[in-house]
């Protein structure tokens, strides 16, 4: 089994900053594509950002230029560093991580989510 841990959702004034991050543990044999996505209350699911494991990334137009998606593949953990922040940035950010596990089997796991507030 696989689990993802995400810290590092806060509070924060418009303009400021915060990273998160979100660790994968457990029976992983390799990580492949990792993800950020958020969610507001009473709308659906958005991809923020995502990472391969060779590190080329992708991002939501809504975010390129204000958040930065990295990874550290020894650490088996995902980052994002959020920068500018904008009210409508305020939602749950979730990672989401395609894993093989050590049974070789493929799933897509996600973490339990982290509170991002940006205050006008």
């Known amino acids: 089994q696989v689990q993802l841990a995400e810290s590092g959702g806060g509070l924060v004034q418009a303009g400021g900053s915060l990273r998160l991050s979100c660790a994968a543990s457990?029976?992983?044999?390799?990580?492949?594509?990792m993800r950020w996505y958020r969610q507001e209350p009473g709308k659906q699911r958005e991809l923020v950002a995502a990472i391969s494991s060779g590190g080329s990334t992708n991002y939501a137009d809504s975010v390129k230029g204000r958040f930065t998606i990295s990874r550290d593949n020894a650490k088996n953990t995902v980052y994002l560093q959020m920068n500018s922040l904008k009210p409508e940035d305020t939602a749950v950010y979730f990672c989401n991580a395609g894993v093989t596990g050590t049974t070789w089997s493929y799933n897509d796991y996600w973490g339990q989510g982290t509170q991002v507030t940006v205050s006008s």
């Open positions: 457990g029976s992983i044999l390799s990580i492949n594509v």
